[in-house]
């Protein structure tokens, strides 16, 4: 049984143009949500996170907005450009401020941004 | 340059072999994770430690045997492993508590067992 949920595999998206990526959880103890991008033979790097009493969180070219009724949270990427295609997890903490690093992961979205 | 470095990058090995994965971390952390990334899967954890005590064992099992001797380095010791243990094993570290403290991950060992 899933928690976290990126139901979309892949997203493919023109240079300067929107990138939304978009997370589902079932798990109402979630507190925490952070966004990982990931590029081949790397481990996963920290991209943006939001906790539960915020509804968004910006941070340069990077929003992620939680909607905590219906349970969903997405990454706005704008303007994308070329070096912004990775892999891009979603994940959940339900810690309560002390297991930041307990994350439950989704199964990631793969970002093409063609220049 | 990752502050997380973990060797073996790659790693082939035996069902009856055993072979360890190492990690160490550079960035003061006192919390270090194993999580395990097998095809098709989302990034499962498998164990944590905090302060170098184990806190966390996600029905890991047996197979798996983990040691943390201090706070910046930690090891994974595999024994009698099967086909389907072939992952991408990913250490990670953070500090235990406090918001501004995301998790950071290490390049990976790409685990294959034949």
């Given at each position: 049984d899933q928690q976290v949920k990126q139901n979309s595999p892949s997203l493919s998206v023109q240079e300067g143009r929107i990138s939304i990526l978009n997370c589902d959880y079932t798990n109402s103890m979630f507190d925490y949500f952070l966004w990982y991008k990931k590029y081949p033979a790397e481990g996963p790097t920290f991209l943006i996170s939001i906790s539960s009493i915020k509804d968004k969180n910006e941070d340069g070219r990077f929003t992620v907005f939680l909607n905590k009724s219906a349970k969903h949270l997405s990454l706005h990427i704008v303007p994308s450009q070329p070096g912004d295609s990775a892999v891009y997890f979603c994940a959940a903490s339900?810690?309560?401020?002390?297991?930041?690093?307990?994350l439950t992961f989704g199964q990631g979205t793969i970002l093409t941004v063609h220049p | 340059e990752t502050g997380v470095t973990q060797t073996p990058r790659h790693l082939v090995m035996g069902m009856t072999n055993k072979k360890s994965l190492k990690c160490e971390q550079h960035?003061?952390?006192?919390a270090m994770y194993w999580y395990k990334q097998s095809a098709k899967k989302p990034l499962e954890l498998m164990f944590v430690y905090n302060f170098k005590e184990?806190?966390?064992?996600?029905?890991?099992?047996?197979?798996f045997s983990p040691e943390c001797p201090n706070s910046s380095h930690l090891f994974l010791h595999l024994h009698?492993?099967?086909?389907?243990?072939s992952a991408l094993y990913l250490c990670a570290s953070s500090q235990v508590q406090g918001a501004n403290s995301p998790l950071h991950f290490g390049n990976g060992t790409r685990l294959t067992v034949t």
């Open positions: 339900d810690g309560g401020g002390t297991s930041y690093g307990k | 960035l003061g952390h006192n184990q806190t966390e064992n996600n029905s890991v099992p047996s197979r009698t492993l099967q086909p389907e243990d």
